[in-house]
């Protein structure tokens, strides 16, 4: 299994930048598609980016398309969210997710391990 950290939140202002970090540790790390989610209060936890294995391929929500990019670093076993253009509905929690399957997926169910999540919160 894997274990994941998230960090990087924190308090920013809208129209900052931020970049959220996921290290990983336990089974090899490239073995894993992950993803980014989030939950703001009082709300389902929502996806928000996946990445392949390789790192090759990507997935967006609709809500954040062209302002986050995920990326990975197999090398360093760290997953990253780097998010510009922030506007106070970014606000929430931020989870790193892995799962064991291949193939790019965005619903919660299939991610297997979670990390504990780091919180952004975006000032008008």
């Known amino acids: 299994q894997v274990q994941l950290v998230e960090s990087g939140g924190g308090l920013v202002q809208a129209g900052d930048s931020l970049r959220l970090s996921c290290a990983a540790s336990?089974?090899?790390?490239?073995?894993?598609?992950m993803a980014w989610f989030r939950q703001a209060p009082g709300k389902e936890r929502e996806f928000v980016a996946c990445i392949s294995r390789s790192g090759s391929s990507t997935y967006y929500a609709d809500s954040v398309k062209g302002r986050f990019t995920i990326s990975r670093d197999n090398a360093k076993n760290t997953l990253y969210l780097q998010k510009n253009s922030l506007n106070p509905e970014d606000t929430a929690v931020y989870y790193c997710?892995?799962?064991?399957?291949?193939?790019?997926?965005?619903?919660?169910?299939?991610?297997?391990?979670w990390g504990q999540g780091t919180q952004v919160t975006v000032s008008s």
């Open positions: 997710a892995a799962k064991n399957t291949a193939g790019l997926g965005k619903v919660r169910s299939e991610y297997d391990y």
């Open positions: 336990g089974r090899t790390f490239s073995s894993y598609t």
